[in-house]
């Protein structure tokens, strides 16, 4: 699987950006999704993922409210829809993919089987 990040960009703070996450491949859907980030000199976390039937859903604290993570799987497309962003949103993000049958939705980074390249998101004060 491919995975391809598009929208990040610049957003003045309080603003909303969305960003998404397109896989190669016709088995989409027996893959569970996450977006993580990493800002410089800090570790990276996962900020939102979805299982694979967009039924289970999961949020950090930072950006429960503000974030949404939602997913087509006719368009082998997970996306990321960013309100109300804060300088320290500012981050790289990541798309991830992990192949499995079960329902589940997957925090940990090393439970990921596929990563995208990245796409920066800056949030100015």
């Known amino acids: 699987v491919q995975l391809v990040e598009s929208g990040g960009g610049l957003v003045q703070a309080g603003g909303s950006l969305s960003v998404s996450c397109a896989a190669s491949?016709?088995?989409?859907?027996?893959?569970?999704m996450g977006w993580f980030r990493q800002a410089p000199g800090k570790e990276r976390q996962c900020v939102a993922a979805i299982n694979l039937r967009g039924t289970r859903t999961y949020y950090a604290d930072s950006v429960k409210g503000r974030f949404t993570i939602s997913r087509d799987n006719d368009k082998n497309t997970v996306y990321l829809q960013m309100n109300s962003l804060k300088p320290e949103d500012t981050a790289v993000y990541y798309c991830?993919?992990?192949?499995?049958?079960?329902?589940?939705?997957?925090?940990?980074?090393?439970?990921?089987?596929?990563w995208g390249q990245g796409t920066q998101v800056t949030v100015s004060s």
């Open positions: 991830a993919a992990k192949s499995t049958y079960y329902i589940d939705y997957y925090v940990n980074q090393n439970s990921y089987d596929y």
């Open positions: 491949g016709r088995t989409f859907n027996r893959y569970a």
